[in-house]
């Protein structure tokens, strides 16, 4: 979610930001300051910053920069969650010639999450003429605000050739219709060849609302965090950060996600080899991660440690390579590194929220009782459920 990325702008101040989300861009320096302005405004409080994203989501787009800076206005605009936004979003709707837009758009009204007159659902459903990215995101939308009229158009669309477009479908028609026979051909896509696949069966899965799918995430060779968002929806819809007592350990299982257990095809699994382990661990698929990840645990145990202490060295500051280092640290309770379970579980910067879940179950394998404060501080203020439920749990565990 983009809001892993906010420290980014934490050096613009809004009053930069009014000042430079309507500037011409051909005046400006640094042109793409216009957009990073509109993202800056998407996390202010103020009327003044409201109304100016709504008249930049009205930017004319011919300008590259315009373009761009209304695409981040109407994303910003879901963020700020004000009904007052909603006029300038359906207009949006009608930018045909720029998808995202359109997309950013749909995204922005479902996050203000106001009750939808017919003519509204209307306008919303028309955008599922658009291509296949559109149609999917589009789907996506009624299916979360629960729009029961584009049952029909919908219907035609779970036979699609693209298969993130069909997911989406049979997900809406699982949720809306009660029609959960459609979800068993969202389960082999979780070990499909391509990422992209996988990634959008575990949100289609999510988006269903069948909680007897949730085995099926545990194992998936997805992200983590992405499977989490989906599992926490699927038993904490109300996101109460209560998880209920019959899924607590399928859900302390996938957040400990030891890549042992996950559905590995061959290929993904690396030799038990120092560069191919090293080459996995930043490759850009997750199910190559995860396979690296594996072949390190398997290591005998002085190589393991100097091969941890040699990519450390080198790659700590990458959050990719951070996460699996601490999860793999915290899973096997490697003796005289728990330092680095400390480090992980001190970070701040969001990119290393996933870590901090690793480092918090690291704590229980390494009996961290000096992280207590710390995890009694996350289990209260933590931003994320699932870094939140975790510390909460770890707590319970040391106590």
Not at 110 to 118: A, P, S, V, Y
Not at 309 to 335: A, C, M, N, R
Request: net charge negative; hydrophobic share 40%.
């Amino acid at each position: 979610m983009a809001e892993r990325f906010d420290n980014l702008v934490e050096g613009l101040t809004e009053e930069r930001a009014l000042a430079l989300i309507l500037a011409d861009p051909d005046t400006l320096e640094r042109p793409v300051d216009k957009y990073m302005a509109a993202t800056r405004l998407g996390v202010s409080h103020s009327d003044e910053s409201l109304d100016a994203l709504i008249k930049a989501a009205e930017l004319n787009p011919e300008h590259l920069y315009d373009r761009i800076t209304r695409r981040k206005a109407i994303d910003a605009l879901g963020r700020r969650k004000s009904s007052k936004a909603l006029p300038c979003l359906f207009k949006a709707l009608q930018c045909n010639d720029d998808e995202a837009a359109v997309i950013n758009a749909v995204d922005a009204i479902t996050k203000i999450g106001d009750q939808l007159t017919d003519a509204d659902q209307l306008k919303i459903i028309k955008t599922l003429e658009g291509g296949d990215i559109q149609k999917r995101a589009v789907i996506q939308a009624l299916c979360r605000m629960g729009v029961k009229k584009a049952a029909e158009e919908i219907k035609q669309l779970a036979d699609d050739e693209n298969p993130l477009v069909s997911g989406a479908a049979k997900a809406y028609l699982a949720k809306i219709e009660g029609k959960n026979q459609y979800l068993s051909d969202l389960i082999p896509q979780l070990c499909d060849p391509i990422a992209g696949r996988r990634r959008s069966a575990v949100i289609d899965l999510g988006d269903a609302g069948d909680v007897t799918q949730i085995e099926a995430l545990i194992t998936a060779p997805v992200s983590m965090s992405l499977r989490a968002k989906s599992a926490f929806q699927l038993v904490d819809p109300d996101k109460t950060g209560d998880v209920p007592e019959e899924y607590i350990s399928q859900i302390t299982s996938l957040l400990q996600d030891n890549p042992q257990k996950l559905n590995l095809r061959k290929e993904w699994i690396s030799a038990i080899d120092p560069i191919d382990i090293e080459n996995n661990l930043q490759h850009r698929d997750e199910a190559r991660q995860y396979g690296g990840a594996a072949s390190l645990m398997a290591m005998q145990m002085h190589e393991k440690i100097e091969l941890i202490d040699k990519i450390k060295e080198k790659l700590w500051s990458d959050y990719v390579t951070h996460y699996y280092l601490t999860l793999v640290v915290g899973l096997q309770g490697l003796e005289g590194r728990s330092d680095l379970l400390r480090l992980a579980l001190a970070e701040t910067i969001p990119q290393y929220t996933k870590s901090r879940i690793a480092a918090a179950w690291g704590c229980l394998s390494h009996g961290l009782t000096d992280q207590k404060p710390l995890l009694t501080e996350l289990s209260e203020t933590a931003y994320w459920l699932p870094l939140k439920w975790t510390c909460k749990q770890v707590l319970k565990k040391l106590s």
